[in-house]
Nanobody, 125 residues
Framework: QVQLVESGGGSVQAGGSLRLSCAVSGNTNSNYCMAWFRQAPGKEREGVAGLDSDGRTTYADSVKGRFTISQDKAKNTLYLQMNDLKPEDTAMYYC???????????????????WGQGTQVTVSS
């Protein structure tokens, strides 16, 4: 079991950047796949970026080339670097984890058992 706590959200103008962090605590010795999701008001939660336990990554088409998911295993922290932000990126962003071996690159909410509380990102035009 792990606990996830996001931070780093805020308000920026279009074209700006933010870096989200997700601190992971608990049973961090097991293999996990990790991901960032977002949910805008009135919309379904969508996968943004995923990372497997070997560090391989996958991205939603809408953020490819702008967002980068990474992790610092020594700090038990997952990151999402977001560049060239657009108003349509405005949403609550969530960190998620699920205990799985290498090769699992997942971006569907139902595949994840552990969630953070979310951090708000607002991009103004």
């Amino acid at each position: 079991q792990v606990q996830l706590v996001e931070s780093g959200g805020g308000s920026v103008q279009a074209g700006g950047s933010l870096r989200l962090s997700c601190a992971v605590s608990g049973n961090t010795n097991s293999n996990y796949c990790m991901a960032w999701f977002r949910q805008a008001p009135g919309k379904e939660r969508e996968g943004v970026a995923g990372l497997d336990s070997d560090g391989r990554t996958t991205y939603a088409d809408s953020v490819k080339g702008r967002f980068t998911i990474s992790q610092d295993k020594a700090k038990n922290t997952l990151y999402l670097q977001m560049n060239d932000l657009k108003p349509e990126d405005t949403a609550m962003y969530y960190c998620a984890a699920d205990q799985r071996g290498p090769g699992w690159l997942l971006l569907y909410p139902q595949d994840f058992g552990y969630w953070g509380q979310g951090t708000q990102v607002t991009v103004s035009s």
